[in-house]
């Protein structure tokens, strides 16, 4: 490992960055560096603003994967390399305003029963109806669930930043997860891993679980489906 690589990891790790994001910035850095074949602290602003608008304009990547890798420079360079005014120059892609695409009741069923099995079915179920991202649907245990009349909520620990925050748990949910933990019996985890119920769910899967689901949803012209970017894409 370089030393500039482990410089930016200590960075990230003492500013409490979720591991899959000091993941994607290591990525996004390693490919900058690759696509100049050169050390990345040896380039400058423009050269950075060149590689990005390639990735819009050639590559044709989503403005919002660019904004990405923007996040990832600009602490690159501002926070690990202390080149504060390259930093402020690599400017943020203006991201397209789109309204939200919004699924009727039996759409939502039938994108629910394409899941497969139940462990998949009330992963979406629970991500959809709580309003959780991957990471956070995947990393919660059975205490989090407060099925209490007077509270009905959903303890996130850790969720995106680091911080806890509770989110509602509907009637339904509850009913829907009352019948997972029944036949599934989870014990620490709500979505343990399948090869080892001492982990929790990898986040990966529970993605590959809902394209399936979307793409099985979609079958017979329902093109909605396609649309459809929830927080499991996160």
Not at 136 to 160: F, H, Y
Request: positive net charge; charged residues 25%.
């Amino acid at each position: 490992m370089s030393p500039l690589r482990q410089r930016m990891m200590d960075a990230m790790v003492l500013r409490g960055m979720a591991g899959r994001t000091q993941e994607a910035y290591l990525g996004v850095v390693a490919q900058l560096a690759h696509h100049y074949h050169c050390s990345p602290d040896r380039l400058d602003g423009a050269q950075v603003q060149a590689w990005l608008l390639h990735r819009i304009t050639e590559r044709k990547l989503a403005y919002a994967t660019v904004n990405q890798a923007v996040c990832a420079l600009k602490f690159f360079f501002g926070t690990v390399l202390g080149r504060a005014a390259e930093a402020v120059s690599i400017p943020y892609a203006r991201t397209p305003q789109r309204q939200p695409e919004i699924l009727s009741r039996d759409e939502l069923a039938r994108l629910f029963e394409a899941a497969g099995n139940l462990r998949a079915r009330t992963l979406l179920m629970t991500t959809y109806a709580a309003g959780l991202r991957v990471s956070e649907v995947c990393a919660l245990r059975v205490s989090d669930i407060d099925s209490a009349p007077d509270r009905m909520c959903i303890r996130v620990v850790a969720g995106k930043g680091g911080k806890d925050r509770y989110t509602l748990l509907s009637p339904s949910l509850l009913d829907a997860l009352r019948l997972y933990w029944r036949l599934c019996k989870p014990r620490a985890w709500l979505f343990p891993r399948v090869t080892d119920a001492t982990q929790p769910f990898d986040p990966c899967s529970a993605q590959r679980a809902y394209y399936r689901a979307r793409e099985q949803a979609g079958k017979g012209g329902k093109d909605r489906y396609t649309l459809l970017s929830p927080s499991l894409l996160d």
